[in-house]
């Protein structure tokens, strides 16, 4: 009776030790999270932007290397001119939530946004030549104007509410309506002061000095304080792997989902793909027409 107990006992030690090794516990791992591209909504630049950085996708990324036990820092490899304020901010918000060790790897650019969702990482490592900062706001609100008497469009427009259709582009702004675009531009900037100063350790006036929107190299990006370490992609893992307190991590890629063409096309819908079609067929300046009545209000962007 007892050889069996002790023969049951071994089996299951045995599967236990089994189950162990396959869920990895007691590797050590860094996740490599790439990001790439500029910083958008999911779904925007599908047809014409290329690669694109979308909070969802983000977060998926963040997520599983949250609940792998066995990564114990994250490196998030950064190459972005940036984007939209919202986006930037969503992705920001969530990789505050990881209570891992992250260290940013910038690339070729990280700029404006590409700095801004970089910025509350434990380290930043940036190449000699990437060209980073660009601390600041755009908000661009076109004038149609010119463009619907150039394709003979007579637009009526009814309001209610004093400046309900400054954000049309049917017209030019009044001088009142202009101090409200830049009180909102204003605030976005501010915003993102205050989240360099909280990430750089840096005081707000510092900030503020550097935010003039310029472009700096890694080399002095390192000398103003908004970078930590110059270097590539080890440098980075290494960072991440002393602040883990790991030694000789298993790396482990993170690719992000590309939706696929038929997936594009049925969350595009029929009625608004039709529309694609039917206003590439108006070249350029039909292009412009359905981006600004498909975005009928100002897109700040951190760019």
Partial sequence: MKRITVSICIVVLLALCTVSVSCGIGENKVAVISLNGPIQSEGSGLFFGGNVISPQSVRSQLERAKDDAAVKAI????????????ACQEILSDIEQVKKPIVVSMGTVAASGGYYISAKADKIVALPGTLTGSIGVISEMPNLKGLFDKLGIDMQVFIAGKHKDMYAGFRDLTPEEKLIMQDMTDQLYNQFVKVVAEGRGLSEDKVRELATGQLYTGVQAKDLGLVDELGGLNKA?????GLAG????????????????????????????????????????????????????????YR
């Fill in 75 to 86: 490196v998030i490899q950064v190459d972005s001119p940036g984007g939209t304020v919202a």
């Fill in 246 to 301: 790991i030694e000789k991590p298993k790396l482990d890629y993170y690719k992000p989902s590309v939706p696929s063409f038929l997936n594009t096309i049925l969350g595009m819908g029929l009625q608004r793909l039709q529309g694609v079609i039917q206003v590439q067929s108006l070249g350029a300046e039909g292009i412009i027409l359905l981006e600004t009545l498909n975005n009928p209000y100002p897109q700040p962007e």
């Fill in 237 to 241: 893992i290494d960072l991440a792997s």
